[in-house]
């Protein structure tokens, strides 16, 4: 069965200090797509990243970085320095490609982070 | 930057009443989507369209609910008559390519209330 799972619920950490999300993912395609989103408290879904299951090169985009280990199905995000900005819902989702083909986004229940100053 | 844009930003209606939820998706995306967050829950798809045609839908996606693309820009979802349970906020969404394989970007959303 195709499932995501952020088994962190909520996170609080004091600015400056790093945070790892986690997240889990079971498909039965062996090509799929997992993605990041952030819902900050205004509420809307901001895309962060995008990897496909061929790449498993870790991404680093300023304090963001990502690690993609498939032989654990898992597809974490790591915010370095983390500032009050950061304090947001974020939602780790799968799509699957081949050789199920379908368009719907599945996404993880989330992780609130805060982030206290 | 494009955006999706959703409109209204919040819509309060009466239990069984039509309520229909306005989109403009990204000017150059061909394949939409709903999808709706019951509050303090994930995120769940709700249906996708492409070429003026349903791709494909979840099992939330009964009769109650219809989607159109009426003319060039707007993709609207219609619930034809509310039940308290589809309170929630809904999300357009729209990609390049498919669902599949593509990233797909979401609007502000839309609160919906149910009373």
């Known amino acids: 069965a195709q499932k995501v799972t952020q088994a962190q619920t909520e996170i609080s950490v004091v600015e400056k200090e790093d945070v790892t999300l986690d997240c889990v993912y079971e498909?039965?395609?062996?090509?799929?797509?997992l993605f990041w989103y952030k819902q900050p408290p205004s509420g809307e879904l901001v895309f962060l990243i995008r990897?496909?299951?061929?790449?498993?090169q870790n991404e680093i985009s300023g304090r963001y970085s990502w690690n993609f280990q498939k032989s654990t199905s898992s597809f974490n995000f790591t915010i370095t320095a983390s500032q009050v900005v950061d304090s947001a819902v974020y939602f780790c989702a799968l799509s699957e490609a081949f050789p199920y083909n379908t368009d719907k986004l599945i996404f993880g229940t989330g992780t609130r982070l805060q982030v206290f100053p | 930057e494009p955006e999706v844009t959703q409109t209204p930003s919040h819509q309060v209606t009466q239990m069984g009443q039509e309520v229909i939820l306005r989109c403009v998706p990204i000017?150059?995306?061909?394949?939409f989507y709903w999808y709706r967050q019951i509050l303090g829950q994930k995120v769940e798809f709700l249906v996708s369209f492409y070429n003026n045609e349903i791709s494909e839908k979840s099992e939330i996606f009964d009769d109650q609910f219809s989607v159109e693309r009426p003319d060039g820009s707007n993709f609207t979802l219609k619930i034809r008559s509310t039940k308290l349970e589809d309170s929630a906020m809904y999300f357009c969404?729209?990609?390049?390519?498919?669902?599949?394989?593509?990233?797909?970007?979401f609007g502000p959303g839309t609160r919906l209330t149910v009373l």
């Open positions: 990897r496909n299951s061929f790449d498993e």
């Open positions: 000017s150059n995306h061909l394949y």
């Open positions: 498909t039965r395609d062996t090509t799929y797509y």
């Open positions: 969404a729209s990609s390049a390519g498919q669902g599949s394989t593509d990233t797909q970007y």
